[in-house]
């Protein structure tokens, strides 16, 4: 009995096989998939959501298909996935940033909140968002920077000591942060 004649099942174990017998894969490839998968996470957007997102240009299932490192992604997809998601392609690579280079977003860090023994207006406001959006798994809550404004208003204080605040808790995820 040749390749040929082998039931289709055994096709779907051949591939499970090639998968498994792949290389491993590549911190970058990991690293890649799992900041899409978080960021899609975050906004509390299914598969679908996100397909929806951008139009039908990218599918669902192809979405999880790079999530799970289950297929590779072009240049053109992952700046497509940028432009969805509204960041830098660098930020979903992984390179380093500055709330003064992705200017329209803050991106707070949940698990520090969660830990955090305040309860101030602005914890309030940000397990508010979340309640709202029904992401309790999700480790970063992404908020526009408009959003600012009302945390500004929370707190009683401008712009600038709303942001020294939420550095002092470690709530502002800020990777380039000195």
Known sequence: MDGFDQPVASLNSLARMELSNRNSFDVSEI????????????????????????GGEIKAVVLGSYERCS??????????????????????LGNEFTIRQVPHILMIDIRRVRKSLRQSAIENFFT?????R?????EILTLRLSDLDVLSLL???????????LKENKYLLEPNLK
């Open 31 to 54: 690293a890649l998939a799992k900041r899409i998968k978080e960021t899609r996470r975050s906004r509390g957007w299914s598969l679908m959501d996100f397909e929806e997102a951008s």
């Open 71 to 92: 297929r590779a992604i072009s240049i053109r997809k992952l700046t497509s996935i940028a432009r969805v998601f509204d960041l830098p392609v660098g930020y979903l």
């Open 128 to 132: 508010f968002v979340i309640d709202k």
């Open 134 to 138: 029904g992401d309790w798994n999700g």
């Open 155 to 165: 707190s009683g204080s401008g712009h600038e000591a709303t942001l020294t605040y």
